[in-house]
């Protein structure tokens, strides 16, 4: 079963930008689909992006046009790039790794978008 662990997490200004990454090891990772969740104090856990095997991608609403999620499988590496933050972008960032009944979830990281 694969094993997630994110970074790249932090205190940054509104309008700024940061660099999650999501690496994982135990497994064939290629295989699995990957997504970016968030939860806010006193919210649900809420799907922010997510990329296929094959590279296919989607984005919630919110994000569209300000975040990227990529991957590298040479790296064992799914990314979510978040440009234009807002304060409103504040949660604890997770990665979750499916491959059909299998799943894992990382330990999350923090991102504070405040001046």
């Known amino acids: 079963q694969v094993q997630l662990v994110e970074s790249g997490g932090g205190l940054v200004q509104p309008g700024g930008s940061l660099r999650l990454s999501c690496a994982a090891s135990g497994t064939i990772f290629s295989n699995y689909a990957v997504g970016w969740y968030r939860q806010a104090p006193g919210k649900q856990r809420e799907l922010v992006a997510s990329i296929t095997s094959g590279g296919s991608t989607h984005y919630a609403d919110s994000v569209k046009g300000r975040f990227t999620i990529s991957r590298d499988n040479t790296k064992n590496t799914v990314y979510l790039q978040m440009n234009g933050l807002k304060p409103e972008d504040t949660a604890v960032y997770y990665c979750?790794?499916?491959?059909?009944?299998?799943?894992?979830w990382g330990q999350g990281t923090q991102v504070t978008v405040s001046s």
């Open positions: 979750k790794g499916w491959f059909g009944p299998l799943y894992s």
